[in-house]
């Protein structure tokens, strides 16, 4: 945290998107997080990707429950929507908020506390009904804002800052996820940029629910020798899996790839990923073999990241519900409270 | 790239992008906090251990710190070094107890100071402290040199003028006005042990073309029309005056040709405005009080009819340029006669040495300009220094005292038998400025501020008396906001590899980009690829040694940096720092008590 604001002033070279918007017009209130929290590089690469999808900073909503991560939202996109809610019940409010609004971008940044222990249920429902969002768990490890206790996703071994070793197995959101049948599953690390920016473009873009799982060390109580989500620790068993590009709809796919490693998939946009196997051995479409793969080398302690499950064939809430394409605010009054008349008529539907 | 060795000096010293530039190397930020702190006399004095003359150069600098302050590349315009000098001078207490205390008991060297001006005044300056007795000649009846022959006094106050001269003189300097050197050998024959030559560049360029003599009354050569005018000898000029040449002596003519009758005043440049030798800020005065700036003018004929001068004729000039703006091919378009009373010349200026015999073994070049050592300041002869516009030709007063600096240091080791080009190297000290968690002891806070004007005396009001100051100096308020627009160059960002955990908390925080964590490469191609692309060559880029996690290095680019300390805030393990560096520039009192660099303080407390 800082006493002094970010200095207004910026680079003279500084680049505007198509919206004639530099990236620090997407940034939001200074953090209060502690210095060198990971979930700070983790705002930084959202506003980074709001730059570069020339998203209009008002069509955005972020959401968020309670902990560290969740404060966050106060630190991007300050011209944005936001709404900070109960512990563990951002899930309900952004799936309320969409039904709502299905025009708005959904940001939900949430912590493994936040989504893991308290939140497990929202979370897991809002796999299920497939609220289209961007769900992003800023994963250390520990419970951070009271100092330092194990979550959920806490390594069996891991050491707290005092010493003593987790015992019981965590939670991985990803597995979770992908065994609900979520259509976008990555996980990436806040100290890696060039992997996580694509990833959030990608996952704001697909049509449904897309979860990212970032560790993000907790400098504070959780980046000692002997924990297992400290930057260290994540970067000697980073396993970049797949690589995902983000190619915005109509533009031409400029990287070269080597024949067959590459694999375009077409977004509901229009917008395109284009994956990149790292391990050779890896199938993202392939569900049971994702989870299978994801087991395997957890159990060798490796953090396998990337885009490890993508499916964009399954409907989405309002698609299953067959909602209104109209956000509710802009429904004439007349059909979106019919009257009593209209309620009788179809109370008597069902005498 | 290899990690930047930041244990020498100049690394950081060119980060201080003012104190690079000022050939004296003045602590300007320093000495600006110190105006911030409302501390003017410690400020005055620091200024004064540098530049000697701050009173002075706080209002005729040539100030090539401006240019050079990164503020000018961060916000269009650079801080007012120059005027807040002056706000020190201005606002500071009696200095006479701070200034350096001259021994009673001399050391028995004497030196023989030739010209009474900048060059001379500093090299005394420095060694009456150290018991030197030292014997200053002066052809004109008052000391000063061109400080006070061609500055007209409503941009330098003849009060000031004397004050600061006077404080050198008091400390014991043997001053002989009205008493010109006409004989090198015959002063060498004398008995001193070292002889200083600081009689500047005397000599106005003429413009022989036709006509130049049929009317010579009407026809002056700038410098030493303008010294006529600040020693009494001229008080009035025609009504339509023609400047030639467009440098700060042609700004200063044409500004005195108004104050002396004058009414319609042209300025004529053989080239078009990017090529103007003035200083940016001495046109806009210029121009401020109308005088008009005519380009493309190269004077062809002085006009006189019946042994009177009427005018000028010139030829019309285009020019070709290339991409770069330089000149690549000219022509003549045309003739333009334009009718004038007065015209003064004002083309340029040499150093001339009449009085040197040639055959004392002080060695001439092919232009007739003494071979002097660019270091030591000494002539071929041993023995025989020279310092000013004298040394390597018309400069200006900020380099005349650096000279005059060096040739101190040259004179002391030349009178002690000790070799002249063994000189102690710069130094530097780094104190941290931690103060806690999130405080700094320094104001690093981004004042969004633009460049503060300052205010100047009515147009009408400035044109009764020659000698009415025409700018008024900043306001309390005014100074108070142009401190904080300095960016505190000198309060560097130290990086300590082997505590960085990689965490991007710096790069993510940096307001302009200039920081990035990549693979190393070689120079050209990672300033490419850096957060920002690193344009500016003149600036080196800081590489760290190998990070500890990946291998990769930290590379700033210090360009654009506005030293707000947020990447050394947002650090979690303190491999960033910021830290005040203390440049160590010796001089010669340095020689006789070196200081030890990590005694060095910037307050002189």
Not at chain 1, 72 to 89: I, K, M
Not at chain 2, 531 to 543: G, I, K, T
Request: charged letters at 25%; a negative charge.
């Amino acid at each position: 945290m800082s006493y002094i604001a970010k200095p207004k002033v910026t680079h003279p070279g500084l680049p505007r998107n198509e919206l004639g918007l530099t990236v620090r017009d997407y940034e939001g209130g200074m953090s209060t997080l502690c210095a060198g929290c990971g979930h700070d590089s983790v705002t930084s690469a959202i506003v980074q990707a709001a730059f570069e999808l020339n998203l209009p900073p008002h069509k955005m909503a972020k959401l968020s429950g309670i902990g560290c991560s969740s404060k966050t939202p106060a630190y991007f996109l300050s011209q944005s929507h936001g709404f900070n809610s109960v512990h563990g019940r951002m899930p309900s409010v952004a799936t309320g908020a969409n039904a709502a609004n299905r025009g708005l971008v959904y940001v939900g940044v949430s912590g493994d506390g936040d989504s893991l222990s308290i939140g497990l249920g929202q979370f897991a429902h809002a796999i299920r009904r497939n609220v289209n969002m961007l769900y992003i768990i800023e994963n250390n490890g520990v419970y951070g804002l009271t100092k330092g206790q194990f979550s959920a996703s806490a390594d069996v071994g891991s050491k707290a800052k005092k010493g003593e070793e987790n015992l019981q197995p965590p939670i991985d959101p990803c597995q979770m996820a992908i065994a609900l049948g979520c259509g976008f599953v990555a996980r990436s690390f806040s100290g890696d940029k060039q992997q996580l920016v694509p990833l959030l473009e990608a996952g704001i873009r697909h049509n449904g629910f897309a979860l990212i799982d970032v560790i993000s060390p907790c400098v504070t109580f959780n980046d000692h020798e002997g924990s297992t989500k400290s930057y260290h620790f994540t970067r000697e068993h980073y396993h970049p899996a797949i690589h995902a590009d983000y190619i915005p709809p109509a533009a031409e796919i400029r990287a070269k790839y080597d024949e067959g490693c590459a694999m375009p998939v077409t977004l509901h946009d229009g917008s395109q990923i284009v994956l990149r196997k790292v391990d050779p051995d890896y199938d993202p479409t392939d569900r049971a073999a994702a989870i299978a793969h994801l087991e395997q080398l957890s159990a060798a302690r490796e953090i396998v990241t990337g885009l490890l499950y993508i499916d964009e064939s399954k409907p989405e809430m309002h698609e299953l519900n067959k909602t209104t394409e109209t956000a509710l605010n802009k429904l004439p009054f007349e059909r979106l409270c019919p009257g009593r008349d209209a309620l009788r008529s179809l109370q008597q539907r069902f005498r | 790239m290899k990690p930047t060795d930041i244990s020498n000096p100049d690394y950081f010293h060119r980060v201080v992008d003012c104190q690079w530039a000022c050939p004296a190397h003045t602590d300007v930020p320093g000495y600006i906090r110190l105006i911030a702190q409302g501390r003017f006399t410690d400020a005055y004095m620091l200024n004064r251990k540098s530049n000697v003359f701050p009173g002075i150069l706080g209002r005729v600098c040539d100030r090539p710190c401006e240019p050079a302050c990164r503020r000018g590349r961060v916000d269009e315009k650079p801080v007012a070094i120059c005027r807040l000098k002056r706000v020190a001078a201005d606002n500071r207490e009696d200095v006479r107890d701070r200034l350096p205390k001259i021994p009673q008991q001399k050391n028995g060297k004497r030196v023989a100071l030739v010209g009474a001006g900048c060059a001379s005044l500093a090299v005394a300056n420095d060694l009456m402290p150290l018991g030197y007795e030292c014997v200053m000649f002066e052809a004109l009846d008052k000391p000063g040199g061109l400080m006070r022959s061609n500055i007209p006094a409503f941009r330098l106050p003849v009060e000031v003028l004397d004050e600061e001269i006077n404080m050198i003189l008091d400390m014991g300097v043997d001053l002989r006005l009205n008493t010109p050197i006409t004989s090198m050998k015959a002063l060498l024959e004398e008995d001193y042990d070292a002889v200083f030559v600081g009689t500047g560049a005397p000599k106005g360029k003429n413009l022989e073309i036709p006509g130049r003599y049929d009317d010579p009354e009407h026809v002056h050569i700038g410098i030493e029309w303008l010294e006529s005018v600040a020693f009494g000898h001229i008080d009035k000029i025609g009504e339509r005056v023609l400047i030639i040449g467009v440098g700060n002596t042609a700004m200063d003519c044409c500004r005195t040709s108004l104050r002396l009758g004058a009414k319609d005043v042209k300025v004529m440049a053989r080239k078009p405005r990017g090529f103007f030798k003035a200083s940016e800020w001495e046109l806009e005065d210029a121009e401020e009080e109308h005088v008009e700036i005519v380009v493309n003018h190269s004077p062809k004929e002085f006009v006189v009819e019946d042994g009177k001068l009427v005018g000028m004729k010139f030829d019309l000039m285009e020019y070709d340029l290339d991409e770069r703006g330089r000149i690549t091919d000219s022509r003549v378009v045309g003739e333009e006669f334009l009718p004038c009373d007065d015209v003064v010349l004002a083309i340029g200026q040499e150093n001339a040495f009449p009085w040197i015999e040639r055959d004392i073994g002080i060695e001439f070049d092919k232009w007739d300009v003494p071979v002097v050592d660019r270091r030591t300041y000494e002539s071929t002869r041993k023995g025989v220094f020279f310092g000013g516009d004298a040394a390597f030709g018309p400069e200006n007063i900020i380099w005349a005292v650096e000279h005059a600096h060096q040739a101190a240091i040259s004179i002391h080791k030349h009178c002690h038998g000790e070799n002249v080009a063994d000189r102690l190297p710069d130094g530097m000290h780094l104190t941290s400025t931690k103060m806690g968690i999130h405080e700094w002891s320094y104001s690093n806070d981004y004042e969004q501020a633009e460049r503060m004007l300052v205010p100047h005396v009515g147009l009408a009001e400035r044109f009764r008396r020659l000698d009415i100051e025409v700018e008024l100096g900043f306001s309390a308020e005014q100074a108070a906001v142009e401190v904080e627009r300095c960016l505190n160059c000198d309060i560097q960002t130290v990086f300590t590899a082997k505590l960085c955990i990689e965490c991007d908390a710096c790069i993510d925080v940096c307001p302009v980009d200039c920081l990035t964590i990549t693979a190393n490469g070689p120079e050209e191609e990672l300033r490419g690829r850096l957060s920002a692309p690193a344009q500016n060559l003149e600036q080196p880029l800081y590489v760290s040694a190998e990070l500890p996690q990946t291998g990769r290095v930290m590379v700033k680019d210090e360009d654009l940096c506005v030293h707000c300390g947020l990447c050394a805030e947002r650090c979690p393990t303190g491999a960033w720092d910021m830290q005040e560096f203390t440049l160590y520039h010796p001089h010669v009192e340095d020689e006789i008590a070196p200081v030890a660099p990590d005694k060095v303080r910037k307050y002189g407390t």
